[in-house]
């Protein structure tokens, strides 16, 4: 069996391992390797580890990789692990008014869980995770890893086939959202702070004639003090956050929406205040016929919501369009709720 550079520190390929697993393993680093020489964007790997230990080592890694950490395939694992900062894990519910969970675990709790994370990843059969990473020079990237997990009983070896990509842009904008509260803590959704800066946005483009016309959305639940007179609390935050998740995994594109405070949310959209009308509308329907149950309990919820587009007003003024939503909302809420006002 010939073997490249890249192959020669193989444990798998050196060791006392089956003819089937080096096959398979020399099969995939070559694939690795032919993939890193088309020039994507990606850092390919083959890591492994042993079932007995748990401790894992790279049989393959693609030049970005180790030229990043400034190592070698060899030193690789224990540079690598010495240079995540933490680790983050999505957690996705099947049920698609579920948000997404973020699991963040840090440096110093990495050590105490890296055999379960290691089971876990067994057990799902792949590898999904975002690593915050310490360079030299004070620099820190972040670095998503995605990748295959295949067993092999007989070798009591399993290994990951995967790619890291660098998305440092994407976790440093995430990171400062968070970092100066654009985003509420109990929805996942953007706040107030947020909607004046995309109102602020909106405005520019309109007065270059980007866009034509933009609109605004007051939304409000309909007797929330009674939700949480009657079921607590508890009831009132789990309605936000149910709410909240079947509104954003509502909206379009040209479509935001966010908490603006209390029970009471807003959205934006392009378009004259027909386009917002129509929003509200898809978002009262489908609140409506939702089933909120917590606890065992089914809770009936509508909204009311208030439209008005910055066409309507003679200056645009982010004041006075959100003012006109506003009214427009209360005078839902005066003709019997459950219903979107739009003129």
């Known amino acids: 069996m010939n073997q490249t550079p890249a192959e020669s520190g193989s444990r798998i390929l050196s060791g006392d391992y089956s003819a089937a697993l080096k096959e398979r ?11 890193e020489k088309s020039g994507f964007p990606l850092m390919p790997y083959v890591a492994a580890w042993n079932d007995d230990d748990k401790i ?3 049989e393959y890694a693609g030049n970005s990789f180790t030229e990043l950490l400034k190592t070698n395939t060899t030193e690789l694992s224990r540079i690598f692990r010495k240079s995540i900062l933490d680790q983050r894990h999505y957690h996705y519910s099947d049920l698609p008014d579920s948000p997404v969970e973020e699991e963040i675990i840090t440096r110093n709790q990495l050590s105490g869980k890296r055999i379960d994370l290691r089971e876990d990843v067994q057990q799902k059969r792949k590898v999904e995770a975002v690593y915050k990473v310490a360079l030299s020079g004070n620099r820190t990237i972040w670095l998503k890893d995605q990748g295959r997990v295949e067993i092999h009983p007989d070798d009591r070896i399993s290994i990951s086939i995967g790619c890291l ?40 483009e309109l007065d270059r004639g980007h866009i034509e016309d933009f609109s605004v959305l007051m939304i409000d639940i ?28 509502t909206k379009r594109k040209n479509e935001e929406i966010g908490r603006y405070g ?10 004259t205040t027909t386009s917002a009308v129509d929003l509200a509308e898809r978002l009262r329907s489908l609140i409506k016929d939702h089933l909120f149950c917590h606890n065992g ?17 003679p200056e645009v003024n982010m004041d006075e369009l959100i003012g006109l939503a506003d009214k ?16």
């Open 165 to 204: 990509t660098d998305v440092t842009k994407e976790m440093e904008q995430k990171e400062l959202l968070r970092i100066i509260g654009y985003f509420d803590d109990l929805t996942g959704l953007p706040q107030r702070k947020f909607m004046e800066r995309l109102l602020e946005v909106k405005m520019g």
């Open 56 to 58: 894992i080592w790279y």
């Open 297 to 313: 309990q089914e809770i009936h919820i509508t909204i009311s919501a208030g439209a008005a587009s910055a066409g309507e007003l």
């Open 25 to 35: 393993i020399l099969s995939i680093i070559r694939t690795a390797e032919e993939f």
């Open 222 to 249: 309909d007797h929330f003090k009674q939700v949480n007179d009657t079921y607590g609390h508890q009831a009132g935050d789990f309605i936000l956050r149910e709410m909240a998740s079947l509104m954003a995994a």
């Open 262 to 271: 209390g029970e009471e949310f807003y959205a934006v959209c392009q378009g």
């Open 328 to 343: 427009r909302l209360y005078r839902a809420k005066h003709k019997g709720r459950d219903r979107v006002v739009g003129q």
